[in-house]
């Protein structure tokens, strides 16, 4: 049974910053792409970046220089840096898993954790 489970999300000013988690269980998580999603209230939701299993990464632009990917195989884990945080990077935030990261909006997801930022 695959499972995604994030946290981290909270509340924060302007200029702060968070680290979400996202723990993976019942697959082989090495060998997946992974990535974060957002979708803010009436908005759809956006892929911001990803990490396959090599490492190679990618960004949305709007977060490159604020935010950093990275995953940790032997612990299953997931992690999404947010610094310099804005009010439009309020939003749920979806880790995701697919063995390709072309897609992975077609693979599994997480709960969501909420990210609010004034």
């Known amino acids: 049974h695959v499972q995604l489970v994030e946290s981290g999300g909270g509340s924060v000013q302007a200029g702060g910053s968070l680290r979400l988690s996202c723990v993976a269980t019942?697959?082989?998580?090495?060998?997946?792409?992974m990535g974060w999603f957002r979708q803010a209230p009436g908005k759809e939701r956006e892929e911001i970046s990803t990490?396959?299993?090599?490492?190679?990464?990618t960004y949305k632009d709007s977060v490159k220089g604020r935010f950093t990917v990275s995953r940790d195989n032997a612990k299953h884990t997931l992690w999404l840096q947010m610094n310099s945080l804005k009010p439009e990077d309020t939003a749920m935030y979806y880790c995701?898993?697919?063995?390709?990261?072309?897609?992975?909006?077609?693979?599994?997801w997480g709960q969501g954790t909420q990210v609010t930022v004034s």
């Open positions: 019942g697959y082989q998580f090495s060998s997946y792409c």
């Open positions: 990490i396959d299993d090599d490492g190679s990464t």
């Open positions: 995701a898993a697919d063995a390709g990261c072309l897609s992975l909006r077609l693979g599994v």
